[in-house]
Antibody
């Protein structure tokens, strides 16, 4: 059973950046893709993109291109999502979700990012 | 970008009843890469169905998925108390992956 544990809640000012971590259990990063999905308060789910850690290839949703970066540290089985130029509308719970193929099965617990002045 | 439209927005049913949820895509989803998730308040989504009709690990057989192309259905044969939640469809046939807006199944 794969487990993904995310870093804690963050409060950031508009224009700043946030970096959220997702630590996966076992040998997850050698076999799985890691997706990032967010959910604004009371809203639906939105995909930011994915990273394939074993080959260090990332695919970003065009909406976030240039503003989001995914990185992987295979030595610690940790993946990072950094979102820059934060806006109030970026306030959301950010999830990492691990899987093989297009339907990630193992989700982190979520990280609340609040953008507030 | 593929737009997924779920209907109805809310489904009010009683335990033991059958639930039928619809997900319609703005264009055909390649290889039927359509998944369904269940989400309860304060929790991460839980994968139920992938590839339009395959149940994920440990998902009860009262959940079933069907459909192809642009029209997909999630059926819950007999609602259990723990099934009252929000359900999302999601496509990964083309980038960007997209989700439907969700269907809430609540207790009548």
């Amino acid at each position: 059973q794969v487990q993904a544990v995310q870093s804690g809640a963050e409060v950031k000012k508009p224009g700043s950046s946030v970096k959220v971590s997702c630590k996966a259990s076992g040998d997850t990063l050698s076999s799985y893709t890691i997706n990032w999905v967010r959910q604004a308060p009371g809203q639906g789910l939105e995909w930011l993109g994915m990273i394939i850690p074993v080959v260090d290839v990332a695919n970003y949703a065009q909406k976030f291109q240039g503003r989001v970066t995914f990185t992987a540290d295979k030595s610690t089985s940790t993946v990072y999502m950094e979102l820059s130029s934060l806006r109030f509308q970026d306030t959301a719970v950010y999830y990492c979700a691990c899987g093989i193929g297009g339907a990630p099965e193992f989700w982190g617990q979520g990280t609340l990012v609040t953008v507030s002045s | 970008e593929i737009v997924l439209t779920q209907s109805p927005g809310t489904l009010s049913l009683s335990p033991g009843e059958r639930a039928t949820l619809s997900c319609r895509a703005s264009q055909s989803i390649s290889n039927n890469y359509l998944a369904w998730y269940q989400q309860k308040p304060g929790q991460a989504p839980r994968l139920l169905i992938y590839g339009a009709s395959s149940r994920a690990t440990d998902i009860p057989d009262r959940f079933s998925g069907s459909g192809s192309g642009t029209d997909f259905t999630l059926t819950i044969s007999r609602l259990e108390p723990e099934d009252f939640a929000v359900y999302y469809c999601q496509q990964s046939g083309s980038s960007p992956w997209t989700f439907g807006q969700g269907t809430k199944v609540d207790i009548k």
